[in-house]
């Protein structure tokens, strides 16, 4: 069966990237839209989002993205959160001072510390960028064939600690324990970019479009 | 369950070709960014640089079109630099798949550029390429040069870090203009004093010749990225050879 999915396209970056991945990981159809009626149409709905959250909010709810996303978690269309996607769907960010956040996951997003250490007192870079270890907490559809401890590739400086949220599926270790992927009935977030993660990354996206929503 | 330590190849691209070629084994054409982008890729490379080296600016369309083609074969991450002078040239490697984009000598006659590029498009997307050389009067002191070393600028290397990091780079690509080309190895010492000085992930580059020379730049350049050209484009040694290496000498690779 061919899988139409549908990137919300609300003009926070290039989500070329996006759309060859999971054209790579077998999507069929792929759409970028910010148009409601498309992306209610899709069989699959990916959010990404790259930069400064308040932006990404803003644009976000100005195109009435936040009401269609609403709608169809509602009813149950598989949804995908990557990086900044992710940290939208949280209730609050403390990037750009402090940005209240699409509120489907309780949870605030925090700013690594300042001269961040290791446990062993290196100096620890931010931003976390670069292929990390993604520890399973929870067992996920969208795990299937993929080892624990895998790598997967990050850039952020800002995260959802662990500790935030009872949704984790996936935490990783950089000094302070991340929420690497959260899941909540049909809607699964990452922190770390799938269409930047080479086979690990594929190998998510089409679990993703195999996903029936369910946990 | 830790960050791994990255290894970049670098491609040299003029006029949409790879400068020097590439010596793969089973390569069509020795000299297309496309393929070769694929087979690191296909290599385990943790991501791919490339740096455009065309100097007429009215042939970058090759290069936008390339690195579309390699942005939608590619899924590890993808530099480009070169001949980056103003927000139009950000935005338009980003919209053609870029993920992230290097500034060198535009970001020193216009130090906004980078302030201005890391608001709009945030700073992880944002690299400072810094090419520089120690100066031969004995305080130990490195200068930034532009024009492929050739020309000083007056400005001193570690101030100028972090001075881009305040600006919102999100990384610093250094390059030691001393030791390009050399195979005698990274520039350890100006690789160490930037890295502590800055916050940012730096990437070492510049006289790599053996694998001890990555882990060097890891180990004593406290580096968290290494980039190389030459001793992979030539099969002197793979990628996974580069990585087993590592592995060894106690570095966090991703494999």
């Given at each position: 069966?061919?899988q139409?999915v549908?990137?919300?396209?609300?003009?926070?970056?290039?989500?070329?990237?996006?759309?060859?991945?999971l054209?790579?990981a077998g999507a069929?159809?792929?759409?970028?839209?910010?148009?409601?009626?498309?992306?209610?149409?899709?069989d699959r709905?990916?959010?990404?989002?790259?930069?400064?959250?308040?932006?990404?909010?803003?644009?976000?709810?100005?195109?009435?993205?936040?009401?269609?996303?609403?709608?169809?978690?509602?009813?149950?269309?598989?949804?995908?959160?990557?990086?900044?996607?992710?940290?939208?769907?949280?209730?609050?960010?403390?990037?750009?001072?402090?940005?209240?956040?699409?509120?489907?996951?309780?949870?605030?997003?925090?700013?690594?510390?300042?001269?961040?250490?290791?446990?062993?007192?290196?100096?620890?870079?931010?931003?976390?960028?670069?292929?990390?270890?993604?520890?399973?907490?929870?067992?996920?559809?969208?795990?299937?064939?993929?080892?624990?401890?895998?790598?997967?590739?990050?850039?952020?400086?800002?995260?959802?600690?662990?500790?935030?949220?009872?949704?984790?599926?996936?935490?990783?270790?950089?000094?302070?324990?991340?929420?690497?992927?959260?899941?909540?009935?049909?809607?699964?977030?990452?922190?770390?970019?799938?269409?930047?993660?080479?086979?690990?990354?594929?190998?998510?996206l089409a679990n993703f479009l195999k996903w029936?929503?369910?946990? | 369950?830790?960050?791994?330590?990255?290894?970049?190849?670098?491609?040299?691209?003029?006029?949409?070709?790879?400068?020097?070629?590439?010596?793969?084994?089973?390569?069509?054409?020795?000299?297309?960014?496309?393929?070769?982008?694929?087979?690191?890729?296909?290599?385990?490379?943790?991501?791919?640089?490339?740096?455009?080296?065309?100097?007429?600016?009215?042939?970058?369309?090759?290069?936008?079109?390339?690195?579309?083609?390699?942005?939608?074969?590619?899924?590890?991450?993808?530099?480009?630099?070169?001949?980056?002078?103003?927000?139009?040239?950000?935005?338009?490697?980003?919209?053609?798949?870029?993920?992230?984009?290097?500034?060198?000598?535009?970001?020193?006659?216009?130090?906004?550029?980078?302030?201005?590029?890391?608001?709009?498009?945030?700073?992880?997307?944002?690299?400072?390429?810094?090419?520089?050389?120690?100066?031969?009067?004995?305080?130990?002191?490195?200068?930034?040069?532009?024009?492929?070393?050739?020309?000083?600028?007056?400005?001193?290397?570690?101030?100028?870090?972090?001075?881009?990091?305040?600006?919102?780079?999100?990384?610093?690509?250094?390059?030691?203009?001393?030791?390009?080309?050399?195979?005698?190895?990274?520039?350890?010492?100006?690789?160490?004093?930037?890295?502590?000085?800055?916050?940012?992930?730096?990437?070492?580059?510049?006289?790599?010749?053996?694998?001890?020379?990555?882990?060097?730049?890891?180990?004593?350049?406290?580096?968290?990225?290494?980039?190389?050209?030459?001793?992979?484009?030539?099969?002197?040694?793979?990628?996974?050879?580069?990585?087993?290496?590592?592995?060894?000498?106690?570095?966090?690779?991703?494999?």
């Amino acid at each position: 069966m061919t899988q139409t999915v549908a990137v919300i396209d609300y003009g926070m970056g290039n989500l070329h990237s996006v759309e060859s991945a999971l054209r790579e990981a077998g999507a069929g159809d792929v759409a970028v839209t910010a148009d409601a009626e498309a992306i209610l149409a899709a069989d699959r709905i990916v959010f990404p989002g790259v930069g400064a959250i308040r932006d990404c909010v803003a644009e976000f709810r100005r195109l009435g993205c936040d009401e269609t996303l609403r709608l169809a978690i509602e009813r149950g269309i598989p949804v995908l959160g990557i990086c900044v996607g992710m940290q939208s769907l949280m209730a609050r960010s403390e990037e750009n001072g402090g940005v209240d956040c699409l509120g489907f996951f309780e949870g605030t997003v925090t700013r690594f510390p300042k001269s961040h250490r290791g446990a062993d007192g290196s100096k620890l870079k931010v931003p976390h960028m670069g292929w990390n270890q993604v520890t399973q907490t929870r067992e996920h559809p969208l795990w299937d064939g993929i080892a624990n401890n895998a790598y997967f590739y990050f850039v952020h400086s800002y995260f959802l600690p662990a500790a935030e949220s009872g949704c984790v599926t996936a935490a990783f270790d950089y000094g302070v324990i991340g929420s690497a992927a959260i899941t909540k009935e049909n809607v699964f977030a990452t922190q770390f970019h799938p269409e930047k993660s080479h086979e690990n990354g594929l190998k998510l996206l089409a679990n993703f479009l195999k996903w029936d929503g369910k946990c | 369950m830790s960050l791994a330590k990255r290894i970049i190849p670098c491609l040299d691209v003029d006029q949409g070709r790879v400068v020097k070629g590439v010596n793969f084994v089973g390569i069509r054409d020795a000299g297309d960014p496309i393929e070769i982008a694929r087979r690191y890729n296909d290599a385990g490379a943790d991501e791919i640089t490339f740096l455009d080296i065309t100097a007429s600016h009215e042939q970058r369309d090759t290069t936008y079109r390339i690195v579309e083609q390699i942005a939608s074969q590619v899924f590890i991450p993808l530099t480009v630099g070169g001949g980056v002078r103003a927000v139009t040239d950000i935005r338009r490697l980003l919209n053609a798949g870029a993920d992230k984009v290097s500034i060198n000598t535009a970001a020193i006659f216009n130090p906004d550029l980078v302030r201005e590029s890391a608001e709009r498009f945030g700073s992880q997307c944002i690299v400072v390429a810094m090419d520089v050389k120690a100066l031969d009067d004995g305080s130990g002191r490195y200068e930034l040069f532009t024009h492929g070393g050739r020309k000083p600028t007056g400005i001193e290397a570690i101030e100028w870090a972090q001075k881009m990091a305040a600006f919102g780079a999100g990384e610093i690509l250094l390059t030691s203009m001393d030791r390009d080309g050399t195979k005698d190895g990274y520039d350890l010492s100006i690789t160490r004093a930037i890295s502590d000085a800055v916050d940012i992930p730096v990437i070492a580059s510049g006289g790599v010749g053996t694998l001890d020379h990555l882990v060097a730049g890891f180990i004593e350049g406290g580096a968290d990225a290494v980039l190389a050209a030459s001793i992979f484009h030539f099969g002197t040694y793979t990628v996974a050879e580069a990585k087993a290496h590592l592995v060894k000498s106690g570095i966090s690779i991703r494999q």
